[in-house]
């Protein structure tokens, strides 16, 4: 079992469907049984649902929101719901408390994310809200409720520039208290968002994460 999971060491940074098809079945038959069921969770996602992130990302997004304990996560960009979307919802059923608002543009995503949580994972389908839109416009109804603590995880387009945007759509509302999390850190999409972030003394640096467990994945808390 150790010489198997040494070799497999690399491919167990990143998740389930990320590996090929001969390699889920040795995961499955020769690795997953022997894994803490705590963990698991975190390299499997949903087996209903592909997932991007990486597995420590998965745990660090998880653990943030277990603590924060936010009323309202804002999530730009649900592609599967297997990924981020999965994990927050695992946090909030958790909690049992708060609520998702997720938003995807592309309309076949939408529907098939919305019925599989609906059909296979209705344990968290309470704490989500799925949205059809190409901005976060349907967002401004919750972020301006009073007394309510947010949650905000950008992770769209490989663009800089988008990332800025969406990142200024927010700005009006943070206070103390919100969070917020990036992921793709060192890559072009948030070169133009980092600089921002990083000269804001009221941003405390909660997690960072880096290679090999890691693309680039931060959360920060506005203080």
């Known amino acids: 079992m ?10 167990l940074l990143k ?18 049984p022997f894994e803490p069921k705590k963990e698991r969770i975190f390299f499997d996602g949903s087996f209903f649902l592909p997932g991007q992130m990486y597995k420590a990302e998965r745990k660090g997004l998880y653990e ?12 730009i960009g649900t592609f599967t719901g297997g990924g981020s979307t999965f994990f927050i919802t695992e946090a909030l059923k958790d909690n049992n408390k708060g609520k998702l ?41 919750y972020l301006t409720e009073k007394d309510k603590s947010n949650f905000i995880f ?5 663009d800089g520039k988008q990332t800025l945007e969406q990142y200024n759509y ?9 969070v917020i999390a990036l992921h793709d850190w060192n890559t072009e999409k948030t070169v133009k968002v980092k600089p921002v972030i990083l000269q ?16 680039g994945f931060v959360i920060f808390k506005y203080t």
């Open 2 to 11: 150790k010489i198997i999971r040494e070799a497999y060491k690399d491919r």
């Open 15 to 32: 998740n389930f469907w990320a590996l090929s098809n001969f390699n889920k079945i040795i995961y499955l038959i020769l690795i997953r």
């Open 64 to 75: 943030a929101v277990v603590n924060a304990r936010p009323d309202y996560c804002f999530e």
């Open 101 to 141: 608002f997720t938003t995807e543009n592309n309309k076949t995503l939408y529907k098939k994310a919305k019925r599989r949580y609906a059909t296979f994972i209705r344990r968290n389908f309470p704490f989500v809200n799925f949205i059809y839109s190409s901005t976060p416009n349907p967002f401004e109804k």
């Open 154 to 158: 950008l992770d769209g387009a490989e």
């Open 170 to 178: 927010f700005t009006p509302y943070f206070k103390n208290g919100t």
């Open 200 to 215: 804001n003394p009221r941003w405390k640096k909660l997690v960072e994460l880096n290679q090999p467990e890691s693309v």
